[in-house]
């Protein structure tokens, strides 16, 4: 079949990630950095990887007090705003690229050194330019692919960040991780790709909120790069303010549960009022079973963060099986090429 790179790198992740973990839990293999001896956090990546840089904000702005935004790369270098000096010379900017070599984020990150950040360079690629510009440096090897679209990239280094800055509780759910995400493959992968097939779907809507958000606007992404079809991403309820308009019994809409359980199941029975096919995922999948056409728990008992590479694989599994409904090449997308460059 066509995809092969792209699959084999998909269904890879749970053992990709057990190797990461076990990595990060020898000594020396964590940058040394203390978030404290800094005032404002500034994320940065391009495309997926500033999807990743939002999502690693998420995580950071819940356990520390300290200013953190994630920023694209190009708007670093289009918008002096972004970096102007903010009263404190304690900055740190943790720049994301799977290559290393984007042109956007290099430029970013050259800008960024310039008017006095510190640099953690999180990347896939040895001696790519990002990781030599990195005060710190973090090279999760584990993310290494040799396809164009980012899978395993972005839930390696995902889990790699929440491991730095996680707690004790933390680092103990992303263990489980790899475990569970072999469970969910082994269990869940033939309803997710009958899914996929069961209609001539020509509409995608992800929902989500809170640290999922993220998770949901890169999983409207891989649809796009997968099956090249027109997705959108919103957060939850915004749905119902115009979008649905557009919802038809030919639109699947992913959910990531919502942890306001009364709100999420209301919006779950509105959406399926809609005659849309609607899949769940998320820890608190289960408790949408009775409305969803699918639900998908990932990681029940989880917070949404611990669990937001778990969260993405479903997602991940449903952009590779509408390619090929479709009769797209996930591992030769059109007008796509690995690294932007200029």
Not at 53 to 65: E, N, S, V
Not at 180 to 189: D, E, I, S
Not at 205 to 227: D, H, T, W
Request: charged share 20%.
């Amino acid at each position: 079949m066509t995809g092969t790179t792209t699959w084999s790198e998909l269904i890879s992740q749970p053992d990709a990630w057990q190797s990461l973990l076990d990595r990060l839990a020898q000594p020396g293999e964590l940058p040394q950095l203390t978030l404290e001896d800094y005032d404002e956090i500034v994320l940065v990546g391009s495309g997926t990887s500033y999807y990743l840089a939002m999502a690693a904000a998420d995580w950071l702005r819940r356990r520390t007090a300290i200013a953190v935004r994630a920023v694209p790369s190009c708007e670093v270098m289009l918008d002096p705003l972004e970096v102007a000096p903010r009263g404190t010379s304690r900055r740190l900017a943790i720049g994301f690229s799977r290559s290393g070599e984007s042109s956007e984020l290099i430029l970013a990150i050259k800008a960024m050194r310039l008017v006095g950040f510190t640099v953690l360079a999180v990347g896939c690629t040895e001696g790519s330019s990002l990781l030599g510009l990195g005060h710190h440096v973090f090279h999760i090897r584990e993310g290494h692919e040799d396809g164009l679209v980012m899978l395993r990239s972005f839930t390696g280094m995902l889990i790699a960040v929440q491991y730095l800055f996680g707690s004790p509780d933390d680092r103990a759910a992303l263990r489980q991780l790899p475990e569970l995400g072999r469970q969910l493959l082994a269990t869940q992968k033939d309803a997710l790709q009958a899914l996929a097939h069961g209609k001539a779907f020509d509409r995608f809507v992800f929902l989500a909120s809170g640290a999922n958000y993220p998770i949901g606007v890169e999983a409207s992404l891989k649809i796009q790069e997968m099956s090249i079809s027109t997705s959108e991403a919103y957060h939850s309820l915004e749905y119902r303010h115009g979008p649905k308009a557009t919802a038809d019994a030919q639109t699947l809409v992913s959910l990531i549960a919502l942890a306001d359980k009364g709100h999420g199941l209301a919006l779950a029975r509105d959406l399926k009022a809609l005659g849309v096919t609607l899949v769940v995922t998320g820890p608190g999948a289960a408790d949408y079973a009775e409305i969803a056409d699918l639900a998908v728990p990932t990681g029940p008992g989880m917070s949404d963060g611990q669990a937001s590479a778990l969260t993405l694989m479903p997602l991940q599994l449903i952009a590779f099986e509408t390619a090929m409904r479709k009769g797209s090449n996930p591992d030769a997308p059109v007008n796509l090429a690995k690294v932007v460059l200029f």
